[in-house]
């Protein structure tokens, strides 16, 4: 089955500088990419998603890249504001079935 | 619209007893699945859904059953339960076809003790 890491675990930044998530998957069949952000006490949101097909998305302070070959996939917050502190979570799906990373809890201060 | 909707938000058990997690979404949505959550472990699969009358197992399936007779609802059923099943357990749901949003409930906190 699908094997997803993800680093760091613990992530903490200061207020305005960029936050780099990064994911690795092992399933070559895996074709789509969300990321996810849960608050405490709530499910998880999806922030962001990348298909197989592109290699790079952007949505206003967040982007993500992918690269398939090396089987690699990156979170970037840039700008970063205490709303951003959460846990993150890459995932990789594939024939329905999600398969997550243990997350990274980002800590942004001020 | 409440979206993906899970029931209770607390639950405490002892061991060997049953109990069923429900689950409803009001999204006409035909994937639904059941995650747990446990430190350090992200969130891992345990059932899931492509339609109504369609079930199949994830990576920890053992001592969980479902079953999906609506397209609404889909229950989650501890038969005996046992403390390794202390966990936070999600719901999810999505349109299903060519990888869309999956819609998280609010999650359901379960300790057996």
């Known amino acids: 089955g699908e094997n997803v890491e993800q680093h760091p675990s613990t992530l903490s930044v200061q207020e305005g500088d960029s936050a780099v998530i990064k994911c690795t998957y092992s399933?070559?069949?895996?074709?789509?990419f969300p990321w996810y952000k849960q608050e405490l006490g709530k499910g998880p949101q999806l922030i962001i998603d990348?298909?197989?097909?592109?290699g790079e998305k952007k949505d206003q302070r967040i982007a993500v890249t992918l690269n398939k070959t090396a089987k690699h996939f990156s979170l970037h917050i840039t700008e970063t504001q205490p709303e951003d502190s959460a846990v993150y979570f890459c995932?990789?799906?594939?024939?329905?079935?999600?398969?997550f990373g243990a997350g990274t809890t980002v800590t942004v201060r001020a | 619209n409440a979206g993906v909707t899970q029931t209770p938000k607390f639950q405490v058990l002892k061991t060997g007893q049953s109990m069923t997690l429900q689950c409803a979404q009001d999204?006409?949505?035909?994937?639904m699945s059941w995650y747990r959550q446990d430190p350090g472990m992200g969130l891992r699969l345990i059932h899931y859904?492509?339609?109504?009358?369609?079930?199949d197992q994830g990576e920890v399936p053992n001592g969980y059953n479902v079953s999906r007779s609506t397209t609404e609802d889909f229950p989650l059923r501890l038969l005996s339960a046992a403390p390794s099943q202390t966990s936070v357990y999600f719901c999810?749901?999505?349109?299903?076809?060519?990888?869309?949003?999956?819609?998280f409930g609010q999650g359901t906190r379960l300790t057996v003790v």
């Open positions: 999810a749901s999505s349109y299903g076809q060519d990888y869309t949003e999956a819609f």
């Open positions: 399933d070559s069949a895996s074709n789509y």
């Open positions: 990348i298909r197989s097909n592109v």
């Open positions: 995932a990789a799906a594939n024939d329905y079935k999600l398969s």
């Open positions: 999204m006409n949505h035909e994937y």
């Open positions: 859904s492509v339609g109504a009358g369609i079930t």
